[in-house]
């Protein structure tokens, strides 16, 4: 099992979700974050000054069999993809187990996939 972790641009979040649950993955975590850029810069907005280093993104997480890694993965660089800097991350791990908490059962036939 893997698990993707994807922080996109919060701009093209309904477009990848729209484009997952096209691609039959019916199950994502998500959150909205803030993280630090490369750009510090400031800028002027009717008087009041704001600094752009503070980038509001969105994390999303799945967890998925061995199978659907590549498939979900080239769903985020198509769908979260726009060319300029700032598009985002994707990280790829592995998941050791995974446990269902009302049956009790383990490993991966507790990810019930429509595939």
């Known amino acids: 099992m893997k698990k993707i972790e994807a922080i996109i641009r919060k701009t093209k979040f309904e477009e990848v979700r729209e484009a ?16 630090i850029g490369q750009s510090r810069q400031e800028r002027i907005y ?35 993809h726009t060319g300029q800097v700032g598009d985002g991350r994707i990280f790829v791990s592995d998941v050791i187990d995974c446990y269902s908490i009302r049956t009790g059962e383990h490993g991966d036939t507790v990810l019930r996939d429509k595939k």
């Open 20 to 35: 997952l649950l096209d691609a039959d993955i019916n199950w994502f975590e998500y959150h909205d974050c803030h993280g």
């Open 46 to 80: 009717r008087g009041v000054c704001y600094s752009t280093d503070m980038i509001e993104r969105v994390h999303i997480t799945i967890i998925c069999r061995e199978q659907f890694l590549e498939p979900t993965i080239k769903v985020f660089l198509e769908s979260a």
